[in-house]
Nanobody, 123 residues
Framework: QVQLVESGGGLVQAGGSLRLSCAAS????????MGWFRQAPGKEREFVAA????????GYADSVKGRFTISRDNAKNTVYLQMNSLKPEDTAVYYC????????????????WGQGTQVTVSS
């Protein structure tokens, strides 16, 4: 089993930045591809970004491309999401996910999930 713990969420003004972290523990050798999803109030959870184990494969949702950057440090068993130029529509609970065999945008392929961290962007 793998446990994922997110941190770094909070309240920020539009145009600001936040850096989310997701620390994995347990059988970290099985984390494989790790990613971020988000769920805004009244909406379905959606893909944000994902990165392969080696870091050579990365994918972003069109809505965050050019503003968000995903990275990982396998020595620390941690994946990061640097979020710049934040917009009110980025407001959501952000979830860390792991265990996918490839960089995919569908949540059913991710085995492990964190509890989520709230990001609120004020206008």
């Amino acid at each position: 089993q793998v446990q994922l713990v997110e941190s770094g969420g909070g309240l920020v003004q539009a145009g600001g930045s936040l850096r989310l972290s997701c620390a994995a523990s347990g059988r970290t050798s099985t984390t494989a591809t790790m990613g971020w999803f988000r769920q805004a109030p009244g909406k379905e959870r959606e893909f944000v970004a994902a990165v392969s184990w080696s870091g050579s494969n990365i994918g972003y949702a069109d809505s965050v491309k050019g503003r968000f950057t995903i990275s990982r440090d396998n020595a620390k068993n941690t994946v990061y999401l640097q979020m710049n130029s934040l917009k009110p529509e980025d407001t959501a609970v952000y979830y860390c996910a792991a265990g996918a065999a490839a960089v995919v945008r569908t949540e059913k392929y991710y085995i492990y999930w964190g509890q989520g961290t709230q990001v609120t962007v004020s206008s």
